[in-house]
């Protein structure tokens, strides 16, 4: 299938460009960038006019459910989700039931989202067996079945020394380590952030330095084995200068934020509702401010929005009894695009976070438009103007704290391996 | 004048007006408690249900001998013997009810939020008797009665909270009623039972007992939970009464005509000494009882139209 893209603003931050032109598809691969580009005899022509072209969207923390908790989210279901919201790759964490920690669950995931045909799916294994804290799953086998990372997200290492192995072991292999830091006995028993919200409508907080200090012993064990680190969602100002400040020491430590985490406080919890329950918790005007800070001074390298579909049984519950997280691949590119609108980063950043940063932290040849690459483009109407709807998710979870928010900007078409697997073009404000 | 509002969750939404609506309200209910026959008709034909899932003596009978002075018809369900144990959820539970046509569910839940979660799910008017550390309202009610009743006024007072701040409802409570009555509160504790930002409440925390204590009109010693020293909130309940135990030397502190108040039930000897708890000149406890049972009457007489 031939396909050519015209006249879109074309921002590939990976190939530093940004600028109108055309982009030419053929047998799944970019055949090339340009100026007026002639379509060949029996090629679609696509007229992008006023449309923003870029590398396929990656979101590389998600939650896809399966196998066992389908009635959450399946495979295909969460692959709908990721391209109607403009993903073309995305990457799944392991704690489905039973947890990815092999070789066989690592394969069924890969062959399911085959079967879904829609987004690149790229399993995270388990660092430990059942992501118990205690054993070490098999890293290379796990490689060998398709796994791109490793992570217990959700269940953070606690023992540093299990911790220390992982990332040694792990690094002789190519594996990033990608961390939930949590220290659970600081966090124990929490279910929002402590401070004058959580006091106020009594609900036992979580300490800003469960994050920290479990970022801060990370980068250390990094620092003393000359590995790298991963630090999952970031949520905190005191997570982010701890990073920035490592970075500065030259240590390989990369960070993603999410985006609630630059979106919401915890003041949004006043009426319980669980929507805005997740872990790390929404947090404090000051930490929003931080992380808008670590995204502007590329401290944080990516936007992964950590989609957490839930059923209604999951969240229509006392707030203690309910579950963390939202579903997001579906509000992740338009919350995002705030911070163009808000002068936080310029388009290229926002792409680049949202493309080449996570390919490159997850050794994915992909993130770019530059010819010869897989055709994994997202196209998006800058101006479009929507209502989100979670009855018009694609996603099984309808949990979303931004039911009724006004958004400008959406995916609007959403090519991967050539092949077109979104197409709301014909979407109007 | 009426309660503008379907349901009873906390102190912090409540206006002036209101506080003082229900106040004059259970003021003209006390008397019904002393008579031979102590019962009017009221709210007969009304059924209320208490809900409670979360253990209470006190709270619960008093509601419920409110109800049946008033002559409505009041049912118990406690978390033991509900279908909770069978794995319903609030939800279901609140339509079951809801579908029985109740005019009150008042709900005590160890789930901060859970009325909130009641209120917006049934037409029927839900009264908070205590959700998880978040808000009391009806204790704190009869607190600001039982202050009222002894001092005259509740403006201008130095009311000093001491205990377990942390995981107080009544504290939260207390702190939003008096102050919008105009009170000064301030409230003592070790630091492990002082929640982060309390002071962004408009109110003052100590560390030291006397320092709270000093001067106060009113000193309210709140309940220690045993279970608390396993968390590590403090060492034991010896160290705590040593530093925290309000008695006859560290009350000379006080007002001379301070009154002491406790929501019950109290550990003698952990948070007042047993000689200032049976003091007939400071000790306002069963005082606090007996004014809780005219508050309640109050609250489900104004909910059921009462006033109209």
């Not at chain 1, 923003?52 to 399966?66: A, F, K, S």
């Not at chain 1, 600081?186 to 402590?194: F, I, K, P, V, Y």
């Not at chain 2, 319903?88 to 569910?105: H, Y």
Request: hydrophobic share 40%.
């Amino acid at each position: 299938m031939k396909l050519l893209l015209k006249g879109g603003r074309v921002i590939d931050p990976a190939s530093k460009i940004d600028a109108r032109m055309d982009v030419y598809i053929e047998d799944g691969k970019i055949a090339g960038c340009g100026k007026d580009i002639k379509a060949s005899p029996g090629a679609r022509v696509v007229d992008l006019t006023g449309m923003i072209v870029t590398p396929g969207l990656i979101d590389m923390h998600v939650h896809l459910r399966e196998p066992g908790l389908e009635y959450k989210e399946t495979i295909a279901t969460g692959c709908q989700a990721a391209v109607a919201g403009g993903f073309t790759s995305i990457a799944c964490m392991p704690n489905t039931s039973p947890v990815n920690d092999n070789h066989s669950i690592t394969e069924f995931i890969r062959r399911k989202a085959v079967e879904a045909g829609l987004a690149n799916v790229y399993p995270i294994g388990a660092i430990s067996i059942g992501s118990e804290g205690r054993q070490l799953t098999e890293f290379w086998d796990l490689r060998e079945a398709g796994a791109v990372a490793l992570s217990d997200d959700g269940k953070p290492v606690m023992d540093a020394a299990l911790m220390r192995r992982a990332m040694e072991y792990s690094y002789s292999l190519g594996l990033p380590v990608i961390q939930h830091c949590e220290d659970k006995n600081l966090s124990a028993g929490g279910l929002m952030n402590e401070g004058y919200y959580a006091t106020i409508l009594g609900l036992p907080g979580i300490p800003a330095i469960a994050e920290d200090v479990m970022v801060g012993r990370d980068i250390l064990i990094a620092e003393y084995t000359r590995t790298r680190i991963h630090i999952a969602h970031v949520s905190t100002a005191g997570a982010v200068r701890l990073i920035r400040d490592a970075r500065k020491r030259g240590l390989n430590v990369t960070a993603e934020t999410a985006p609630h985490y630059f979106t919401l406080t915890d003041e949004s919890l006043q009426n319980y509702d669980t929507n805005y329950k997740v872990s790390p918790p929404l947090r404090c005007a000051a930490d929003v401010a931080a992380i808008k800070e670590g995204l502007a001074d590329g401290t944080l390298d990516a936007i992964a929005c950590d989609h957490a579909p839930h059923g209604r049984t999951d969240k229509e519950v006392e707030f203690e009894y309910a579950a963390n997280g939202i579903s997001g691949l579906e509000t992740s590119l338009g919350l995002s695009l705030n911070l163009v609108h808000d002068g936080v980063v310029t388009w290229s950043e926002l792409i680049a976070k949202m493309s080449r940063n996570p390919a490159r932290i997850l050794n994915l040849r992909k993130g770019t438009l530059a010819p010869g690459s897989d055709a994994d483009i997202t196209v998006i109407n800058p101006e479009l103007t929507w209502t989100v709807d979670v009855k018009a998710f694609h996603s099984r979870g309808k949990n979303s704290p931004f039911h009724g928010r006004k958004m400008k900007g959406r995916a609007v078409l959403t090519i991967v391996g050539g092949d077109i697997k979104f197409d709301g073009l014909a979407t109007r404000s | 004048m009426k309660l503008g509002k379907k349901d009873i969750l906390g102190i912090q939404d409540m206006s002036v007006d209101e506080i003082n609506l229900i106040l004059e309200t259970a003021e003209s209910f006390l008397e019904i408690s002393t008579r031979d026959i102590k019962k009017v008709p009221t709210l007969r034909g009304k059924s209320i249900i208490n809900l409670f899932y979360e253990a209470s003596t006190r709270t619960r009978t008093s509601f419920e001998i409110a109800g049946k002075r008033l002559s409505a018809d009041t049912i118990n369900i406690s978390a033991s013997t509900s279908s909770v144990t069978k794995g319903e959820t609030l939800i279901d539970t609140a339509r079951t009810l809801e579908a029985m046509n109740p005019d009150i569910v008042v709900i005590r839940h160890s789930a901060a939020g859970a009325p909130h979660l009641l209120a917006g799910l049934v037409k029927q008017s839900i009264i908070n008797a205590g959700d998880g550390a978040h808000e009391h309202p009806s204790q704190a009610l009869l607190d600001m009665m039982t202050i009222q009743e002894k001092k005259g006024k509740l403006a201008g007072l130095k009311v000093a909270i001491v205990g377990d701040i942390l995981h107080s409802r009544v504290a939260r409570s207390n702190i939003y009623g008096l102050s919008k009555m105009g009170a000064q509160v301030v409230v003592a504790g070790p630091a492990t039972m002082l929640p982060r930002d309390i002071e962004q409440m408009g109110i003052k925390a100590y560390t030291k007992l006397e320092e709270a204590i000093t001067d106060a009109d009113v000193v309210m010693m709140l309940r220690i939970q045993l279970e608390r020293q396993k968390q590590n909130i403090f060492p034991s309940l010896r160290e705590y009464a040593q530093c925290y135990c309000l008695n006859r030397t560290n009350i000379k502190l006080a007002k001379q005509d301070v009154i002491v108040m406790h929501p019950g039930p109290i550990n003698r000897g952990v948070e007042i000494s047993p000689d200032i708890a049976d003091d007939p000149d400071c000790s306002v406890i069963l005082d606090q009882v007996n004014k809780g049972v005219a508050v309640r009457m109050a609250l489900l007489y104004l909910l059921t139209g009462g006033n109209e």
